[in-house]
């Protein structure tokens, strides 16, 4: 799955977080288990201060053998110099690795220090992995990485990550293709232009973009889709069924309606515009996400901004690949008139059209019959 090195970013901050967090854990627990075994917390104090006694010792050793044997090729400058620069009070004792072994196992009772833990723990009714390391994901321990490659862990907070670009993750519970209900589109309801019913109809445009999110990317279909039909018709809904399928595949999809889209870019123009700067505003996510869906085209309000930002956003996305969704309620030859030639002869040439048909959903609703 492509992640941008922003998005990469944004996802190991989360894993650095929970890091994080789960040390604030392992440092309640232990305060917990302290306050109720005394024993227990005499035991980690003697460890602590083995260890601390033999780094201290390891680190004395190879100052003194630094200080006592000259550089390759270098004499000392002079007799006493050894003698200066090891001067210092000896180690009490001289700790042998079996020494620190030794004194551990009596620290702990005559058993291993692990061992000892786990028995004070188990003895107060507590877990005996009570104050073992916290990891969200035990396999790379939360560092998102099991050798040189990403742990499965990361791919589910891509997906996630996603989900919360998008825009769409409460959306999505609701609306995808398990839920899409071909019944709300009657069979007695005929299209004057083709001859079908609204099922047939309905039923066509549903396996279309089921097909479409399916085979998204792929040399055998399209990477552009246009709805259009009338309003009330599970546009918006398809749309949000085709973010599913590419979210949950890892793919970044990123969700807007027409009118928010447009009033975000002519906001970010132009402020930079008045930019003493002239700062440009990175749009990176709109014009290199795996998929972008533009909701509702033509209930914005059209202006020469709107025409000319369109227009350089499908022209980029086309030339780089990167697919687009549209929902609208014009027709191509609509969308001509409304935007430009230009914009129509884009569509006509790269998006997949899908026509809707049927009675607006959201009244049959409200009077209560499919």
């Known amino acids: 799955m492509g992640i941008t090195n922003s998005q990469y970013d944004a996802i190991m901050r989360v894993y650095e977080k929970r890091r994080i967090d789960n040390h604030h854990v392992e440092e ?43 550089s390759l090729g270098q004499a000392p400058q002079h007799e006493g110099a050894a003698r200066i620069q090891t001067s210092g009070d000896l180690p009490s004792r001289d700790l042998r690795p079996s020494d ?74 609701k609306e995808n293709f398990d839920t899409f209900d071909l019944s709300w589109y009657p069979e007695d309801l005929i299209d004057a232009k083709s001859g079908k019913s609204s099922r047939q109809i309905m039923t066509y445009a549903l396996l279309t ?53 447009f009033d975000m870019l002519a ?15 990175d749009d990176s996510y709109l014009s290199g996400c795996d998929l972008l869906i533009i909701d509702d085209l033509g209930t914005e309000l059209t202006n020469s901004f709107v025409g000319s930002a369109l227009f350089q956003l499908l022209n980029t996305r086309i030339a780089r690949g990167c697919g687009t969704v549209i929902s609208t309620n014009l ?16 569509i006509m040439e790269h998006f997949l059209l899908v026509r809707v048909f ?5 009244v049959r609703k409200r009077l209560g019959r499919r």
Request: glycine share 8%; net charge neutral.
């Open 209 to 261: 973009c089921r097909n479409f999110a399916l085979e998204y990317g792929s040399d055998r279909q399209k990477k552009h889709l246009l709805l259009t039909g009338a309003a009330g018709l599970g546009k918006t809904f398809l749309t949000h069924c085709i973010a599913k399928v590419l979210i949950d595949k890892g793919r970044s999809v990123i969700y807007y309606s027409a009118g928010e889209l």
């Open 28 to 70: 309640a627990r232990r305060r917990t288990a302290y306050e109720a075994i005394p024993a227990l917390a005499q035991l980690d104090r003697a460890v602590a201060s083995l260890s601390v006694e033999t780094v201290r010792q390891s680190l004395f050793h190879r100052e003194s053998s630094l200080a006592i044997s000259p």
């Open 100 to 173: 620190i072994g030794e004194l551990l196992r009596e620290a702990a009772g005559g058993m291993s220090v692990h061992d000892r833990r786990r028995l004070l723990l188990k003895e107060h009714s507590f877990p005996e992995d009570y104050l073992d390391p916290v990891y969200t994901c035990k396999d790379c321990r939360d560092t998102g990485w099991i050798g040189a490659r990403h742990c499965h862990c990361f791919d589910r907070e891509v997906v996630s990550y996603f989900y919360t670009q998008s825009g769409l993750s409460v959306s999505l519970e």
């Open 331 to 346: 027709s191509p030859l609509e969308l001509g008139q409304v935007y430009s030639d230009r914009i129509s002869s884009r």
């Open 358 to 362: 049927g009675e607006d959903i959201r």
């Open 267 to 281: 906001e970010r123009f132009f402020r930079r515009a008045q930019d003493e700067d002239g700062m440009e505003f």
